[in-house]
């Protein structure tokens, strides 16, 4: 008897950059490594990619979808692959693949996975492209498959924005790797504040630096705040536009002896493990990635609660403090009680995080798309 076809997958993304390119490589990994054939789409330049992929999967650069010529790209790849399902990672990816749908008379499903809070974004718009936006929600995603949301907030919120029944909207957290494989990571060599026995603790944070989201500005006042009671030091990893904007506000503050910006690290896991506390403080997050794994390798959290992901990760505040929304001195405050306060006991934590566990999280989303591995 001849054996089933392998159900294939096609994942579909603006850039392969990023918290939303690491969750879309973890993911096509582990559906590859559970038997579906898996290929990759995204605009932007391979070489941009933060990921190396293995042979097994395909990955395709087509250039802007908004172009024509991109466009053609996009849709002469999923004619010769055909996919039985194309997974959107935002909103023009997912336009994109549902008129190639239509245009190619598709029989394959097109989902999408909401990263993040619309409704958030929506408020830097004027009202007349809110009302456009929420009209395209509206009109389009009811057409999708199945719509994956990386944390309960963000799929609530989309609910009410887009009119959608809750149930249509599956929650899907983001994938982390195998604990005993961070940890393995979390060995590599350390940043020079943070190797051997130390007698003044560390805070680390990461992100880009080229946007208000992460919300870097506020973490180096509040840490300036916290250096007025007690030393400390700062590390934020990552590079971005924001670069000599932030760095000039802690030379006006007078700590750049304790501030440090080492730039993007392929293997930031020895910073998450190694630190006294990690602070988080976006101002809107779909889930939180580096929170979830700061805390799987044993760190103190400091949070801002934001909408949505971090209440999620740390289960109410159970395994992490959180701070009031853009308060400045309470985030000050949280750092020096964080400093103070024990890690989550292990055995506890180890159950809480398994829920992000990647071979977890990749099994939910084959079950939720009727894929059998």
């Not at 996919?83 to 693949?97: F, K, L, M, Q």
């Not at 809070?117 to 456009?132: G, I, N």
């Not at 964080?338 to 006991?345: G, K, R, S």
């Amino acid at each position: 008897m001849a054996r089933n076809k392998r159900q294939s997958v096609v994942f579909q993304l603006r850039s392969l950059t990023g918290g939303v390119g690491i969750v879309v490589a973890r993911l096509a990994k582990e559906f590859e490594r559970l038997g579906v054939d898996v290929a990759v789409v995204c605009e932007k330049p391979l070489h941009s990619a933060v990921t190396s992929f293995p042979d097994t999967i395909d990955v395709e650069s087509t250039g802007s979808i908004m172009k024509t010529s991109g466009f053609l790209r996009m849709l002469a790849y999923l004619a010769r692959r055909r996919p039985d399902h194309v997974i959107t990672n935002d909103r023009r990816s997912n336009v994109a693949a549902i008129r190639a749908k239509r245009v190619l008379r598709l029989r394959g499903a097109v989902s999408n996975i909401l990263h993040d809070t619309y409704s958030v974004a929506l408020q830097f718009k004027s009202e007349e492209d809110q009302r456009a936006q929420i009209r395209h929600y509206r009109e389009i995603y009811p057409r999708n498959h199945r719509i994956f949301a990386v944390s309960r907030g963000v799929a609530t919120a989309f609910a009410e924005l887009s009119g959608l029944p809750p149930d249509r909207i599956d929650v899907t957290y983001n994938p982390m790797p195998a604990l005993a494989q961070l940890r393995a990571q979390s060995e590599a060599p350390l940043h020079r504040w943070l190797e051997g026995p130390r007698r003044v603790p560390v805070i680390v944070s990461a992100g880009r630096l080229q946007h208000d989201q992460k919300n870097f500005a506020m973490l180096i006042r509040a840490f300036h705040r916290l250096r007025q009671q007690r030393a400390a030091r700062l590390v934020i990893i990552g590079e971005g536009k924001d670069r000599a904007r932030l760095e000039q506000l802690v030379t006006d503050l007078g700590i750049a002896g304790d501030v440090d910006l080492p730039g993007w690290q392929q293997n930031p896991y020895p910073f998450y493990r190694n630190c006294d506390v990690f602070a988080h403080c976006s101002i809107h997050e779909g889930f939180g990635l580096a929170i979830a794994e700061a805390l799987s390798l044993g760190a103190r959290v400091v949070a801002m609660d934001c909408p949505h992901g971090p209440r999620e990760i740390l289960r109410d505040g159970e395994f992490g403090l959180l701070v009031r929304y853009k308060d400045e001195v309470a985030m000050a405050a949280a750092l020096d009680t964080a400093l103070q306060t024990p890690a989550p006991e292990a055995r506890s934590l180890a159950k809480h995080i398994a829920r992000f566990d990647a071979e977890s999280v990749a099994r939910r989303y084959l079950d939720l798309l009727g894929i059998k591995c």
